[in-house]
């Protein structure tokens, strides 16, 4: 086979568009050019609809986990209380961020593979005594490939505190709705190799008037992520306050074009039919899901195989098929197999990952299966078309 080819099926990094390599391939200009502003500008405004977001959207040279450190460092100072829903690896990792930077952290632990209900997150939070700065949620988990009620959550935390509800939103942001003012969000992060089909290196933060006067004011000790310093230099000169990704800025420029002309309802409907199209087609096969339908995400599926086979299964479909998948990852590690559809994907190439299962099913079981999983999710295509 050409071993060239990528089939990559990781909840991040993701494929990028040729095209989006295309532009990141434009000739290098000074960040302290006349260009440079101009192209800033034009990427911060656009994403504004994929954050559902009323300010322009900081860019941070940094992986996802740079946007997650810069929202807790300019909004929390040692010794706040914060509430940190914690539903899988991602979650565990905000509050380990915090942590870090002395806050209080308190865990509201769900169980993983579920959604923290929004009468848990009340309860929680009435039944605190102390006062809540901030609520932390991740929107889609990535380990348990679950999507939570981000708009119920934040409906909770204003009704019942004062606290920002702060969001990661690194893995489904730019294949799901967003409304950051609807839904009480104070600030939405995001990163670059999840659903917006570009390379690691890009962070994103979105942030509300409200978030961003609580930022003026909080003293704790930052730098390179004290998003002050970026909010002045895009004001006073469509600038970045330290040297930008300026070719990963052209890629992102080029994957606000494409949103635009697909447009972003498409895209939105692209991912939940990619979604349905996948766990049908893993249904077909009588393999288990870790997740129900009513909160699986529509960037990425967890698989969990009967008998621990997860491991070979993903094993075998990269060895022999050349797809690479993910695997379980913490208390899941070897319990399941994820496979992101999100970013530069289209139904053709859920049917491709699914004949790789269908055929590494076969090999492991002795099942004949062949044809099983893509039937059913032609079929799901087909009621879309
Ligand atoms: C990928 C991911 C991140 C960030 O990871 P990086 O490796 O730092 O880019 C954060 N949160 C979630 C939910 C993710 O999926």
New binding site residues.
């Given amino acids: 086979m050409f071993l060239d080819k990528e089939y990559l099926f990781t909840?991040?990094p993701t494929p990028i568009p040729n095209r989006v390599n295309v532009a990141m391939s434009k000739p290098m200009i000074g960040h302290r050019s006349a260009e440079f502003p101009v192209l800033l500008e034009d990427v911060a405004t656009r994403l504004q609809p994929v954050f559902g977001s009323d300010n322009p959207v900081c860019i941070l040279s940094?992986?996802?986990?740079?946007?997650?450190e810069a929202a807790a460092v300019n909004t929390i100072e040692p010794g706040d209380h914060v509430v940190v829903i914690v539903g899988g690896a991602?979650g565990d990792?905000?509050a380990k961020i915090l942590e870090a930077h002395g806050a209080n952290v308190h865990r509201l632990e769900v169980e993983w593979g579920t959604v923290c209900q929004p009468e848990q997150l009340e309860d929680f939070i009435t039944s605190a005594n102390y006062q809540v700065k901030a609520v932390f949620a991740?929107?889609?988990?990535?380990?348990t490939s679950v999507i939570h009620p981000i708009n119920e959550l934040g409906e909770v935390t204003k009704r019942v505190s004062d606290a920002l509800f702060i969001v990661?939103?690194?893995?489904?942001i730019g294949g799901v709705p967003a409304d950051m003012a609807g839904w009480n969000i104070d600030i939405l992060?995001s990163?670059s190799?999840?659903a917006l089909m570009l390379p690691?290196g890009l962070?994103f933060v979105a942030v509300s008037d409200h978030a961003k006067e609580v930022m003026k004011n909080n003293k704790a000790a930052r730098f390179y992520f004290d998003l002050n310093r970026y909010f002045d230099a895009y004001e006073q000169k469509k600038s970045t306050p330290f040297t930008p990704a300026v070719s990963l800025i052209y890629g992102a420029q080029e994957v606000c074009q494409m949103i635009e002309e697909e447009g972003l309802d498409n895209v939105i409907k692209r991912h939940d039919l990619l979604k349905t199209m996948t766990r049908e087609g893993i249904k077909a096969l009588d393999i288990p899901l870790l997740t129900s339908d009513e909160i699986a995400s529509p960037t990425v599926t967890a698989v969990k195989p009967e008998n621990g086979k997860a491991n070979e299964m993903k094993k075998m479909i990269k060895d022999k098929f050349n797809i690479s998948l993910a695997g379980g990852q913490q208390k899941l590690s070897g319990e399941i197999f994820r496979i992101g559809h999100m970013g530069y994907c289209t139904p053709y190439d859920v049917l491709t990952v699914l004949t790789a299962v269908e055929m590494t099913v076969k090999a492991i079981d002795g099942k004949d299966v062949l044809g099983a999983a893509t039937k059913r999710a032609q079929e799901v295509w087909s009621e879309h078309v």
């Fill in positions: 909840p991040g940094a992986s996802g986990t740079g946007a997650l991602f990792r905000f991740t929107y889609c988990e990535t380990s990661d939103g690194v893995s489904c992060v990163g190799q999840k690691p962070a």
